[in-house]
């Protein structure tokens, strides 16, 4: 007779998730249960191509149960994750169900960090999710059909959008928000002065993109300026309401449209592990990824603090997550087979960010070989096109990318999210201007 299996509980269907299930599918004897809350893992990389109308969710967006539909030994399980017992490998969802298994692996990813700004959790969009990105999509096109009606709304901030964050989110967004404004909307909105709306990017570092060279940060902030972005640099939001940001130097930007792209934390449930939590409320792992303490339970992706050999943590990319939900899959493993778990090593193979139509920049391998311009462009085209799951999502992601780059339309301009997004052109609570002091 056979031994029972290995059973492993996943959680999180995200890139971690992922790179944890397809190595442990690929063992004889291993069971898993992969719970997600969605039913598709998405690429969070192009959210923003989602929200400025260049590709559209189905795009991003895969079925889990098709990406494991030959895994006899993978079960889905769709569902909300809400307590984890980690000395039981246990997890109970929202509606009651619980999975154990022989070993644990949370892979939850994070959440948008407000960093308690006022105003900020209720009135801005943030950049995270799937459901962020459609929002977003919805609000932008919605202010341009408003303005479109009635232009007087300009003056209330109806073509003015304020993006927080200079990291590579917010500046892939404020270039692609630009390009849709500068080669979509005007041709398309013939009775609408579209030269009236304005990007305002704001951050209150001194740079854009950190993480990235000196040469980035100001080859970023040329190709923004080009296009017509507004830097408020070294300045922070310190309060938005539903027609209004405020900036810490005082001033008002009248706006329907804040984008967050601020900063993340651990995703919730991350608090309900009952293991120790770190910087952002990340759960803090050892070098090998298992949580101590605790045999059997490891951590994988954005959600862990994961120490490098130089005592810093690895930051929140893709590639770690990917390759750190392989490394646990691969300890899980070592831990059955009774060898000892080992440290993980990433593999670092650089950084890129986009900013706009034909303008990236590529820092390649560990040494951080640069590349600008059309060379990193087509570096960025193709290593989207193969991070991206699914012949049939690249295949549509490149015929879109083609059709924009070459007609400089969008397809997917679709308002879908009208009743969520709707705006009450009279609720404003910009704070009044100080009364001038009298001489
Ligand atoms: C806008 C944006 C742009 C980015 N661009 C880049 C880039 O260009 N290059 C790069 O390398 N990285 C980029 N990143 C970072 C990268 O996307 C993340 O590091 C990566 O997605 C983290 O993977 P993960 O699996 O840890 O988490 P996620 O991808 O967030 O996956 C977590 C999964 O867990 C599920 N989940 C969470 N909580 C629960 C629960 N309670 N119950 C059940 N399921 C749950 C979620 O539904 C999700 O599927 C970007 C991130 C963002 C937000």
Redesign the pocket.
Known sequence: MSPDPLHVVV???????LGCVKRLAREDGVRVTL????NY??F??L??QVATSQLASTDIAFSLRKLFRDEAGVEVKL????AVDPATHSVELADGDRFSGDALVL????QPNFFHTPGAEEHAFP??ALDDATRLRSRVLEVFEAADRDPSLIGKGALTFVVVGGG??GVELAGALADLIAETMTVEYHDLAVSAAQIHLVDHGHALLGGFSDSAHDYAAKVLGRKGVRLHMGVAVTEIGPGHATLGDGTVLPTRCVVWGGGLKA???AAAAGVPQGRGGRLDVQPDLSVAGFPGVYV????ANIPTPDGHVQP??????LQS?SWAAENVLADAAGKPATAFHYHDKGI??MIGRGAAIAEVGAHRHELHGAIAFSAWLGVHATLMTGVRNRIDAFIAWGWDYFTKSRGPQVLDRAEETRIDWEDDTAPEAEPAARS
């Open positions: 959680v999180g269907g995200g890139f971690a998730g719970v997600d809350r969605h893992h998405q969070q990389p959210l923003y569902g909300e994750v809400t892979a939850v990813g994070s950049l995270y590579p989110t995703a919730p449930v994988a992706g954005d959600v929140q990319l893709g590639s770690v997550a939900g890129m960010a």
